[in-house]
């Protein structure tokens, strides 16, 4: 659970390279043909994103940074 601003912003960092992970076995299975290896992999990577983007959301949910409209859709646009 993040609890402050410091850790928002590790969180951050760990989603942004979840995700370049993410990119370079896609592009990798693409080269290589190897969709079933990307498949079984890549599913590592798709939970733990989605649970930091869990944490995320819920962090400016508790925070009242997110707006009326994003909470009732369950993104995390922030408010104007």
């Given at each position: 659970m993040i609890s402050n601003a410091t850790e928002l912003n590790v969180v951050l960092h760990q989603l942004s390279?979840?995700?370049?992970?993410?990119e370079?076995?896609?592009?990798d299975a693409e080269s290589s043909g190897e969709w079933a290896l990307f498949s079984h992999l890549s599913k590592g990577?798709?939970?733990?994103?989605?649970?930091?983007?869990?944490?995320?959301?819920a962090y400016l949910q508790?925070?009242?940074?997110?707006?009326?409209?994003?909470?009732a859709m369950g993104t995390t646009?922030?408010?104007?």
């Open positions: 390279s979840f995700a370049d992970m993410l370079a076995l896609r592009l990577y798709f939970i733990k994103i989605h649970d930091l983007n869990d944490e995320i959301r508790e925070q009242d940074l997110v707006s009326g409209d994003a909470k646009a922030l408010r104007p």
